[in-house]
């Protein structure tokens, strides 16, 4: 009965565990099997040719079960084996639980943590980007890099306040969770299963009208890790991690901002009025033009790990997404400004595809140039814009195209262009299209750099 009740044990061995893929142990197990098998021939051998030499090989019959015929000798010599094994499989697995961390986790499943964590880890690969918005935008942008890299930085806002994001800033003092929910969507390797579930926003009668209704199942995952880890950013990193996202997403500051716009909106006289709308929901239904955005309090501090990963960048974009209520406010913060200037990487602004209503309404290339300059000067001297459009047809009933500047005008900043659109719905940017372009015009100047720095030296020498 002993016996019985040890190997009925192996039933709840998951030896499956340490067949995952990334533990790089299934072909040493592999290696480890053909040895024996060619130690057992090379021993047989052995053993064969020292006993036929001094005269025992009726012995060696005996030990073979020559005596019986082949297939009773083939079924006994190999459930011997099976038995064998099968002992040394328990003795294996009870060390394993013996050496395993003591914990909540069974013991394989600690053993195999502790080996990925210990296993050397795949170097990043691709050029270090940090991507700077929000919106819509920001995720089809994501999407598209990360064929090309594995060192993504999102840097979002957190200046939304409306919807679920909205109300789960006022109910739980936590920042706003809905443009870390689209970026993490974005970069996880489950991409599209991930988009689903983390989109999936809670219907009214499926709650019946209670204060689930209208929350998405993202925010309140986002909010949740939150509250269990302690601190907004423990969460964010905690939800890459339980997600598999590949890259990082970090908030501009941890500060708790509100967005102010001066807006210039018409009177029933004929006239203009100035006013000034707070709250980043508000700003699109003001009913005017945006003259400027600015934060409350006006200087809040840059979240340290933005800064870090500005200066190190290779690229650094800025866009596609909401102007005035995702991409501006990031480059409010003082710090990250400041690093952005500072930076050696190339900068490249991506102009929107079409008009947002409230926000660009008649907004040119120019003009989004003229606010970006206004908003954070000298930022970004580089400018992508998308030169697939009819201008007789446009996007959608109440919007237009952004239009690119005429060919005689002259630009304070660097013009490139290129078909960025989806076919299905050109009012979008597509993701490759996209990344592959910034890629490309990245390498064009990143070559022009080099080139005029290898001439300076060359001068210098010359002097």
Known sequence: MHWIERFGNLRKIE?????????????????????????????????????????LEPLLGVATLRFLPWWVRGVVIGLAGVGVGLVALLRIHRQLLLLAPRGEQPGHVAV??????????????????????????????????????DQITAVVTVADDGGSSGRLRRQMGTLPPGDFRNNIAALSDAEDLMTRLMQYRFAAPQVGGGELAGHSFGNLFIATMAAVT?????????????????????????????????????????????????????IPAAGGRVLRVFLRPDAPPAYPAVIRAILEADLVVAGPGSFFTSVIPNLLVPSVYAAICASPAVRIYVCNVASQPGETDGYQVNDYVRQLQLHAPDAFPNVLANHRYDPAAPPYEIGHWVQLPKPEQALAYRLFTGDLVEAAQPWHHDAHKLAARILEVHNILRAEAEAASTEHAAVVDMA
Do not use: C, H
């Open 112 to 149: 195999v943590n502790t080996i990925l964590q210990r296993r050397p880890q795949p170097q990043p690969q691709g050029p270090r980007i940090v991507a700077i918005g929000g919106g819509t935008g920001m995720p089809q942008l994501l999407r598209g890099l990360r064929a090309y890299t």
């Open 230 to 282: 302690g601190t907004f950013e423990r969460g964010l990193t905690e939800s890459s991690r339980v997600l598999a996202v590949r890259g990082r997403i970090l908030p501009s500051t941890l500060e708790n901002i509100t967005l102010w716009a001066e807006v210039a909106r018409p009177t029933a006289g004929g006239d203009e009025e100035w006013v000034q709308i707070q709250g980043e929901s508000n």
């Open 15 to 55: 030896f499956g565990a340490l067949l995952r893929p990334g533990l790089r142990l299934k072909r040493w197990i592999g290696v480890l099997l053909l040895a024996i098998a060619v130690t057992g021939a090379g021993a047989a051998m052995l053993v064969g040719g020292v006993l036929r030499s001094v005269g």
